[in-house]
């Protein structure tokens, strides 16, 4: 069973950062896409950031300069680097892997931006 666990999540200070992991477990067959993404209290969850196996990566605007995606292809890892961070970034960070085999979910880790 394939699982996907995330850490890193905090209490920061406006201006700070914070760097999210995810370790997939369980893996078959070689992941195509590993997407963070974020949901708000009262707001749908968005895409943050995606990377492809090939390295392709898309960022939603918001982020783009402040946030770096990254994979560990050999380990099945993806990481978030979250630099200048503003109290609009607080959410619960998600963790997503798709493939042709696959669509899994973490459980979720908490943002929190102080002002």
């Known amino acids: 069973q394939v699982q996907l666990v995330e850490s890193g999540g905090g209490l920061v200070q406006a201006g700070g950062s914070l760097r999210l992991s995810c370790a997939a477990s369980?893996?078959?067959?070689?992941?195509?896409?590993l997407s963070w993404y974020r949901q708000a209290p009262g707001k749908q969850r968005e895409l943050v950031a995606s990377?492809?196996?090939?390295?392709?990566?898309n960022y939603v605007d918001s982020v783009k300069g402040r946030f770096t995606i990254s994979r560990d292809n050999a380990k099945n890892t993806v990481s978030l680097q979250m630099n200048s961070l503003k109290p609009e970034d607080t959410a619960v960070y998600y963790c997503h892997a798709d493939s042709s085999w696959i669509d899994c979910w973490g459980q979720g880790t908490q943002v929190i931006v102080s002002s």
């Open positions: 990377i492809t196996r090939g390295g392709s990566i």
């Open positions: 369980g893996i078959i067959f070689p992941i195509d896409t």
